[in-house]
């Protein structure tokens, strides 16, 4: 291939390695007290840009990550064209517009750079509508040309969407995206598609059990395993049908790499950089200890033949799917995590709104919208153990957020609803009847299928009405009750 075809313009003015490298196993390099080498690390990048691969992908929770590479940018890289990749990864609970200029200077101060090339965003909790300030500050920043782009990291399919009806430019989302988890590959890949977002896909080789070193042996102990890797993605080979089936896909890659006479790892790298909307794949690096520069390069220089392909595609129709969307194994169980849930990631996660006692014994959820005040009514009402949730908008603060989009539009309603449920001691799963409002009939079907796929295991009792809805600009409506705890069952 030429070297055209080893790159991709993620976003105007910033192309990219199809072959990135992560650097997120520094921080497992520096737990338990263990320190790197800053310099010698950054020394041991010089070979990755040797062979082509410039792109780095970090994180500020990455360990020393962000301090290597910019030691390495300005002192080592000489003339090689190299992208610095990051992630600001937040505190659950919102940040004020000077708390994200904060994170984006420690990243540039980091980096030795002026300008973040990419600023990749996660978000622990869509009930929390404050992840789109947060967005939207990033997007002030990047108008004063201190981030070149935005993109999203483990994003699900709706809240994507919903990102990118909120007047937020998204070019990327770095998700898991594997032969063990192809969750990506449906609406996902389709929504990418649609709208010239490109998928970023870590994973690949699942924490080294897409190689050879695991063909024919026996099923560890996960407390046995010595990487935070290689626990975590024993989560997804059992949740995927078990040890197994797993045996039999590697079987699979043994043969296609035979074939092409490539390794096992090229091959399950290369199956996912030719799905729809993979602009590239990040492959982990144990800068200086552990070296497969070599192998990395040599999957850009084949392409799988279509018995490999059908091959590889009927060994994947033998396992379980991974449930659920994208992003789904940090904000629900089963938690896909190293630890098998978040308690590396986070304490706790903060209520969405706030509330306050009101009179009668009620409690009182308030989402600061400017209706809430004006016609005197709160977001949210519970009384014993009963949730009243009022008639909800797609309303964040003064903008509507899918203005033109009845499913944006409807996740982001049902978002709000979790939010105020959150606050109040609920959840989703305790809702026993939704109300919903549409203005156009013409969008009851879309509409109705958000709410199947939102509630489709709740399944409370349930209205849809056409009625004149107060704004031109809302599509729909929504209202709920729950009941919280031992009643409800």
Request: overall charge negative; proline content about 4%; glycine content about 8%.
């Amino acid at each position: 291939m030429n070297e055209q075809d080893r790159t991709i313009e993620l976003a105007p003015g910033l192309r990219i390695s199809r072959v990135v490298t992560g650097l997120w196993q520094i921080a497992d390099m520096e737990r338990d007290d263990q320190s790197v080498d800053l310099d010698a690390a950054a020394q041991s990048m010089k070979a990755y840009t040797d062979a082509g691969l410039t792109t780095f992908d970090m994180a500020d929770h990455y360990g020393s990550s962000e301090e290597i590479a910019g030691i390495f940018s300005n002192k080592y890289a000489g003339d090689t064209g190299v992208q610095l990749l990051t992630k600001w990864v937040p505190t659950p609970g919102g940040s004020t517009r000077e708390l994200v200029r904060e994170a984006v200077d420690r990243a540039l101060t980091r980096l030795q750079a002026e300008r973040v090339e990419l600023l990749q965003y996660h978000a622990w909790n869509y009930a929390d509508p404050s992840y789109l300030d947060d967005l939207m500050y990033l997007n002030e920043l990047k108008a004063e040309g201190l981030i070149g782009h935005l993109g999203l990291t483990n994003f699900d399919t709706a809240h994507l969407r919903v990102v990118l009806e909120s007047g937020v430019d998204i070019v990327s989302n770095q998700l898991c995206y594997s032969l063990l988890d192809q969750r990506a590959a449906g609406a996902m890949s389709a929504l990418c598609e649609e709208r010239g977002v490109k998928l970023l896909a870590f994973g690949t080789l699942a924490g080294g059990f897409l190689t050879e070193r695991w063909l024919g042996k026996p099923e560890p102990d996960i407390d046995s395993l010595s990487t935070w890797s290689q626990m975590k993605y024993k989560r997804y080979i059992d949740t995927a049908g078990g040890w197994q089936p797993y045996q039999h896909l590697l079987e699979v890659l043994e043969e296609t790499a035979a074939r092409h006479q490539v390794s096992m790892a090229n091959v399950a790298s290369r199956f996912m950089l030719e799905q729809p909307a993979v602009g590239a794949v990040i492959i982990g690096a144990r800068l200086g200890l552990s070296e497969h520069i070599d192998n990395n390069r040599q999957l850009l220089d084949f392409s799988l033949d279509d018995k490999g392909i059908e091959s590889i595609r009927a060994a994947l129709g033998e396992m379980t799917p991974i449930p659920g969307d994208c992003g789904d194994e940090y904000r629900k169980p089963p938690y896909l995590t190293a630890s098998g849930d978040l308690s590396h990631h986070l304490d706790s996660l903060p209520p969405p709104y706030p509330t306050r006692e009101g009179k009668s014994r009620k409690t009182l959820a308030l989402s600061g919208t400017i209706w809430e005040d004006l016609a005197g009514f709160s977001r949210a009402v519970r009384q014993g153990d009963r949730v009243y949730v009022s008639g909800t908008t797609a309303t964040h603060k003064d903008r509507v957020i899918g203005e033109h989009d009845p499913i944006a539009q409807t996740h982001y309603v049902i978002d709000k609803i979790e939010g105020a449920l959150q606050s109040l001691g609920g959840s989703i799963d305790d809702v026993v009847r939704t109300r919903i409002f549409v203005r156009d009939m013409d969008d009851w079907e879309a509409i109705s299928r958000v709410h199947g796929q939102r509630f489709g295991e709740v399944q409370p009792a349930n209205t849809l009405v056409r009625a004149e809805l107060v704004g031109d600009e809302y599509l729909v409506e929504m209202e709920a009750d729950a009941v919280v705890g031992e009643t409800a069952s």
